[in-house]
């Protein structure tokens, strides 16, 4: 009979994994225990990304100066949303500077109605998401501005609304500024 010699180191193998299917059993056990979770000491959460409302529409349009009369005047924007989830926190509120040479000199901050649109006023290309309402109205029959004046008005829309009449922290706004010319009360019927 014929032998080959062998040295010790190399013949000694172990007994249970000598078998491919003992190796293949062992490497598949090893792959499993490997599937499962991993835990750390620190557990980490991402943070869900808050996005800005967007402006789809708006009432009166504000690409030209707007003649108004003294009197009520309405405004009215539809803004969607990416976040559903804010549809509870909406606040909107209308500003109004009398004197348009002073920027940011609010003198009037009165709050808007936020009403949710039905799914159908949704914006046509977005997936998800939420569209609101947002009903302003301004009464500038109670200040005296005489004729041929500007304003600014300002509608401010926070989708996680005011804390002590300021936009809270983290919140995403949306301002749309209209300019409006007072008319000579002969132009309105007065």
Request: glycine share 6%; aromatic share 6%.
């Amino acid at each position: 009979m014929w032998t080959r010699a062998r040295s010790s180191a190399t013949s000694r193998r172990p007994e249970r994994l000598g078998t491919p299917r003992a190796r293949a059993t062992a490497l598949l056990a090893l792959f499993a225990s490997g599937a499962g979770c991993v835990v750390t000491d620190t557990i980490e959460f991402e943070q869900g990304v808050n996005h800005p409302p967007e402006v789809v529409s708006l009432d009166p349009v504000n690409d030209h100066v707007i003649t108004v009369c003294p009197d009520t005047q309405d405004f009215s924007l539809t803004v969607w949303d990416a976040d559903e989830a804010d549809v509870t926190t909406y606040e909107a509120k209308i500003f109004l500077s009398l004197d348009a040479y002073v920027p940011g000199n609010w003198n009037v901050k009165d709050d808007c109605v936020v009403t949710e649109l039905a799914p159908s006023g949704a914006q046509e290309d977005a997936t998800g998401g939420v569209s609101l309402n947002v009903a302003c109205q301004l009464a500038l029959d109670i200040y005296t501005i005489p004729p041929g004046a500007l304003l600014f008005v300002m509608i401010q829309v926070s989708d996680l609304g005011y804390s002590h009449k300021v936009v809270k922290e983290d919140a995403r706004t949306a301002d749309v500024v209209w300019v409006l010319e007072v008319a000579p009360s002969s132009a309105c019927g007065q």
